[in-house]
């Protein structure tokens, strides 16, 4: 489960050889290595994107790694704490976690992969020592912002080093983190190594009953190495001597799962909301090769479908921007060949430190959002579409007048 990087053939979990290939995106760059203006005649990285079903283990996953160091360079602009519903939702997991924890003063609660540091801020609102591990100059942010955060890749060296310094965690997160890492063995080692006995381990990963269910075929990046559901889970919890305790749906993302484990003891049993779901995925088809056979089939109609309606309003000299950056807008522009010459610019908050650069693979612009109120464009493509619902209201309010392409799940047209 410690992954080298390059190609990989055999399953990242389970180490099977049997592997069922979904579909190949092609080649794709990295989501956040954003580029600077001096730097768009560069011929920048490109890797494959294809998408693979362990028949063993039932493990959804991409037969590629990039150098985590590429990924997730110092100058990542990616923020959690820029987009309000996300932001409220890692808040609450203090709230939702600690209801029956009476003694809050003494107890150290650690995030991995801390970006701003929005999940540690709800600890310490209610009384918890927190630290955040964030290799990133994020990390800065969130000490600026009084959340204690060591600029760091996690690993089972490195939760010695912490462990010697500040002693074990009563609870460890790690929020849409789980998924990115190539050295899965080596986190969950170290996880263990800083947990104390009776801690709680809590991640949130993009689920892969929702990705399937409503069509999020954008969330296929690079930095998603693993898109999970409970079979696979299950195994890897139980070799790294954790027990599942309990799963829970949530929305963050477009459709997350929140996963609740502590260390295995002689009477741990799996909980009951994990066999329940578990069921849920068999009688769905989570785990048949048909359900992968339609996915792909989806994919490829819809991206002859959206390109040809882009192409179509730019022929009739529309003019046509994006509304979002985020790091899956990468795969939907690059599958679908829509760059610089088709898109004017994608318009950001003004929060967002993605404003100023260019996209990569597709190299548009991305502009601080006031240019669109400035200067309307005829259509506006919703990138953020898993957000749309609030984007479109706070849109409304301001008076936004470009008609609005939502692409996924389905192809919608909002006047």
């Not at 985590?68 to 110092?74: D, S």
């Not at 063995?185 to 949130?204: R, T, Y």
């Not at 950001?348 to 597709?362: D, F, V, W």
């Not at 619902?389 to 008609?403: A, D, G, R």
Request: proline share 4%; net charge positive; charged share 30%.
């Amino acid at each position: 489960m410690d992954l080298k990087i390059g190609r990989l053939f055999k399953c990242q979990i389970c180490n099977s050889s049997s592997l069922h290939k979904i579909i190949s995106l092609g080649k794709i760059s990295p989501c956040d290595s954003l580029l600077k203006k001096k730097d768009l005649s560069k011929k920048g990285n490109k890797y494959p994107l294809n998408l693979l079903r362990c028949k063993d283990c039932g493990l959804v996953q991409i037969d590629y790694v990039v150098n985590p160091k590429e990924l997730f360079h110092k100058n990542y602009p990616y923020r959690s704490g820029i987009t309000k519903d996300l932001k409220n939702n890692l808040e609450k997991i203090s709230k939702n976690v600690t209801k029956n924890l009476k003694k809050r003063s003494n107890k150290l609660v650690i995030d991995i992969g801390s970006n701003d540091g929005s999940i540690l801020k709800g600890f310490k609102k209610i009384g918890f020592k927190v630290l955040g591990i964030e290799p990133t100059n994020i990390s800065k942010i969130a000490n600026r912002d009084g959340i204690k955060t060591i600029q760091e890749f996690f690993s089972h060296k490195y939760s010695k080093k912490i462990k010697k310094k500040y002693g074990k965690a009563s609870i460890i997160t790690a929020s849409n983190v789980f998924a990115h890492v190539s050295k899965l063995s080596d986190l969950l080692k170290g996880i263990h190594n800083l947990l104390d006995d009776d801690g709680l381990f809590i991640s949130e990963s993009h689920y892969l009953g929702s990705i399937i269910e409503t069509f999020q075929f954008d969330s296929i990046y690079h930095e998603h190495l693993k898109y999970y559901s409970i079979k696979p889970l299950i195994e890897l919890f139980e070799r790294h001597n954790f027990i599942f305790e309990k799963v829970e749906k949530i929305p963050n993302y477009g459709g997350s799962i929140r996963v609740y484990a502590r260390k295995k003891k002689m009477n741990s049993k799996i909980g009951s909301s994990v066999k329940k779901l578990l069921n849920e995925e068999i009688k769905k088809g989570l785990y048949k090769k048909k359900t992968y056979d339609d996915f792909s089939k989806k994919i490829r109609k819809f991206k002859l479908n959206f390109s040809n309606k882009i192409l179509n309003l730019k022929r009739r000299n529309k003019k046509i921007i994006g509304i979002g950056c985020p790091g899956r807008a990468m795969t939907l522009l690059e599958y679908c060949n829509i760059d610089h010459n088709i898109l004017d610019y994608i318009a950001e908050q003004n929060t967002s430190l993605k404003i100023g650069l260019y996209t990569p693979g597709t190299k548009i612009p991305v502009l601080d959002e006031k240019k669109s109120f400035d200067d309307p464009p005829d259509f506006a493509v919703m990138l953020s579409w898993h957000y749309s619902k609030s984007i479109i209201k706070n849109l409304t309010k301001k008076k936004f007048k470009p008609k609005i392409i939502i692409p996924l799940p389905k192809i919608k047209l909002v006047n």
